[in-house]
């Protein structure tokens, strides 16, 4: 089991909280041998299934501590519930990592990031004989964000609506300085429309198409995201136009350098 040394010992936090962000539900039975005490079977009482909420960032950077998007130091949060499905207090949650990148504090799950790492480090909260997991990555500190794919031409139709969906339009985050940076992956980037010619213009999507304004870096140090279109509302199906898009990244709740990023989707009508 890996601790951190330090004041987080003495200052011990209430494993329960209220939702911090998005709730992932997993229930499992013991998957490390570990010896804690077990729960009380048979009993309304006892501790049934434990909920662990999604983490507030896909990422830890190294040598710092898990924090949100303001900034703040975070720590994680578990649900505990009884056999009628009720929330209950509970203060025999213990945390873990059987993985190296990431260091954990048994009694409040401040994760501190120690090293790079492939793969998501495991999160484990234990309560008697019952587990639940999350995953954390570990990036590099993020200290420069710039334009990868900064402009774009989308030759839009009134007829034909799988025509109004734009490229991606995308920016780098990078550790360190050229020629000797690196890419930051696993970190989350936010992009916003900042200038149209009519707030019903366009909106950003995802991959997928779906509306989404954050996305996280590949391995590459890439986010970006797509606007989709709806050329009816420019006025005239002759218009040429263009959409503005700022990308921005935070680190301890400050912009990074470069931040923010502007993209540009230039408008055209399709022949």
């Known amino acids: 089991m890996k601790l951190m040394a330090g004041a987080a010992h003495s200052s011990r936090r209430p494993a329960i909280a209220f939702v911090l962000g998005f709730s992932v539900a997993v229930a499992a039975p013991s998957l490390l041998g570990v010896?804690?005490?077990?729960?009380?079977?048979g009993s309304s009482s006892g501790v049934l299934s434990l909920q662990f909420d999604s983490l507030?960032?896909?990422?830890v950077v190294v040598g710092d501590t898990l924090r949100d998007t303001t900034g703040a130091v975070a720590f994680p949060v578990v649900h505990a519930f009884d056999f009628k499905g009720n929330e209950i207090a509970t203060e025999q949650i213990y945390f873990q990592s059987p993985d190296s990148g990431v260091s954990v504090d048994s009694a409040t799950g401040l994760i501190v990031g120690d090293s790079l790492r492939s793969a998501p480090a495991r999160i484990i909260a234990t309560v008697g004989n019952l587990q639940a997991i999350q995953r954390i990555s570990v990036a590099l500190r993020p200290d420069m964000i710039a334009a990868s794919h900064g402009i774009d031409t989308l030759k839009y139709s009134l007829l034909d609506t799988t025509k109004n969906l734009s490229n991606v339009v995308s920016v780098k985050l990078s550790h360190g300085v050229s020629p000797n940076d690196s890419?930051?992956?696993?970190?989350?980037?936010s992009f916003a429309i900042v200038a149209q010619t009519n707030p019903s213009l366009s909106e950003?999507?995802?991959?997928a198409g779906r509306p989404s304004i954050v996305d996280t870096t590949d391995a590459s140090g890439i986010a970006g995201r797509k606007i989709r279109v709806h050329p009816v509302n420019l006025g005239t199906g002759t218009s040429v136009d263009s959409v503005i898009v700022q990308?921005?990244?935070?680190y301890r709740?400050?912009?990074v350098?470069?931040?923010?990023?502007?993209?540009?989707?230039v408008l055209q009508p399709g022949s």
Request: include cysteine; aromatic fraction near 2%.
């Open 35 to 41: 010896g804690c005490t077990d729960i009380i079977t």
């Open 56 to 59: 507030p960032s896909p990422s």
């Open 183 to 189: 890419a930051v992956a696993n970190y989350l980037v």
């Open 204 to 207: 950003l999507v995802n991959d």
């Open 247 to 250: 990308a921005t990244a935070k």
């Open 253 to 255: 709740g400050q912009p």
């Open 257 to 265: 350098t470069g931040s923010p990023v502007r993209l540009v989707i």
